[in-house]
């Protein structure tokens, strides 16, 4: 029988979102293309996923949630597979994992356990945004995870220009001031302060500072995102805008994804905010009464692993992933000795005509190109090289970075850097040539 029911992609409310059509195109060039080596992936070494421990973590857990409750371990181990808090039953584990690793001092109160850093900025989108009035500042480029989000939320964007230290102060303050002459207001400023996706860059101390005075005086409030911060390789780590937060404005999103790993989908917020009104409300506590309307909770028994590894590791997330660094750092000095060769020493390009910058920790660094390198080159450097590489303009809201590529060292293997550096350049030389 024929129906009179059709829906089509434009009927759908997000189908114009441009963030999720470069999901898609991503998708489909790493589908069409399996063999290529591809430095687009920001995931995490399955070499690190401890997959073979789960069951003695799920029970070392259990034991310390038996010990502080008196509960029987296995009555402990068959609520895990019950409904469970919406707010998180590791919440005091991953306080004092901020309070050791970052010197952020909350408590578990203050903490709201996700599905992952993503869900923690679907809380804080959907739970502090007023549509077509809170407007999110962010700088650009940046993750596409939150600005995606907000195109779905229909929340409205403005970019706030950076410099070499991070965000500008000058263009923060005039572009609050324009938002409210429109009758709108700047909400909160979303950053990735350390070894940021997509740049690999980080915001100086003097800048952190900075921001967090002029935010204060704009009643502007940030949300400090620091899935990379703990993967530093070499000099000292500095301080999160949290640690360094005295007023309570910064929201502080974490995340297990990079450091254990991402299957597990979890992540949490930290915020020691009170609502200012008559009765004395936590934004913790409001922010989980929409999570329970989202995802009900995050799931008890991922919660309980990452539980029992935290306690494995006396709560040092730092401890963990030591030698995660020392591969992540390998991988990141491979790329750069095999970037020096091919663009530098070869003497195939010309002085300064490919430049890239030396993150000191995370997974991502950024080529500056002679040549536009968008969605066509995408495609034909992954058709004709085998490489596949992020064009940076993926990540602008302004596609600003015609020139620009991001390359991901986290999820590739040693003998795939050099093969698919030089494959890279062959590219760049042959369109060179034919410019
Ligand atoms: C800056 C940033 N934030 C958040 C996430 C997402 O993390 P999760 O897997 O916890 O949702 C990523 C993942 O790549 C990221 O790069």
Request: charged share 25%.
């Amino acid at each position: 029988m024929e129906s009179n029911f059709k829906l089509s992609l434009s009927d759908l409310s997000f189908s114009s979102t441009p963030e999720l059509k470069v999901m898609n195109f991503l998708n489909e060039v790493a589908g069409e293309f399996p063999a290529a080596i591809s430095f687009a992936s920001g995931r995490p070494l399955e070499a690190f996923f401890d997959v073979s421990k789960w069951f003695d973590q799920i029970e070392l857990f259990a034991n310390h949630i038996s010990s502080k409750s008196g509960l029987d371990p296995q009555v402990v181990t068959k609520q895990l597979g019950q409904y469970g808090r919406t707010k998180g039953i590791i919440n005091d584990l991953v306080a004092e994992s901020l309070r050791l690793d970052e010197k952020v001092t909350v408590t578990g109160d203050d903490i709201v356990i996700t599905n992952g850093a993503q869900e923690a900025m679907v809380l804080i989108l959907s739970g502090l945004f007023v549509k077509g009035v809170d407007v999110l500042l962010v700088t650009d480029p940046t993750y596409i995870g939150i600005t995606g989000l907000a195109s779905v939320f229909g929340i409205d964007i403005v970019v706030i220009e950076s410099d070499d230290e991070g965000p500008r102060l000058d263009c923060l303050q005039s572009k609050c001031k324009h938002i409210y002459e429109a009758g709108k207001v700047a909400k909160a400023l979303y950053v990735i302060p350390d070894f940021n996706n997509p740049m690999g860059h980080s915001m100086s101390l003097a800048r952190r500072e900075a921001l967090l005075s002029v935010a204060d005086g704009l009643s502007l409030m940030l949300i400090e995102d620091n899935p990379y911060g703990l993967f530093r390789f070499e000099n000292t780590a500095l301080p999160t805008l949290k640690s360094l937060d005295s007023k309570g404005i910064v929201i502080y999103i974490g995340t297990f994804s990079k450091t254990i790993c991402p299957g597990l989908r979890v992540g949490y917020i930290a915020t020691e905010l009170w609502l200012d009104d008559n009765e004395k409300r936590r934004l913790s506590d409001e922010l989980t009464k929409i999570k329970s309307l989202i995802s009900v909770n995050t799931g008890q028994v991922a919660q309980a692993i990452v539980g029992g590894v935290l306690l494995e590791h006396n709560c040092s997330v730092k401890h963990l992933i030591a030698p995660n660094i020392i591969r992540y750092k390998k991988n990141r000095d491979l790329l750069l000795h095999y970037l020096e060769e091919e663009f530098i020493s070869s003497g195939r390009f010309k002085t300064g005509e490919v430049s890239w910058n030396i993150p000191e920790g995370g997974f991502f660094i950024v080529i500056k190109l002679p040549i536009s390198f968008n969605e066509s080159e995408t495609y034909e450097c992954a058709q004709d090289y085998n490489v596949i590489c992020m064009p940076l303009n993926f990540f602008s809201v302004n596609k600003q970075y015609d020139r620009y590529i991001r390359l991901s060292y986290s999820y590739i293997d040693e003998e795939e850097i050099a093969v698919g550096i030089r494959s890279l350049a062959d590219f760049i030389s042959k369109k060179l040539l034919a410019s």
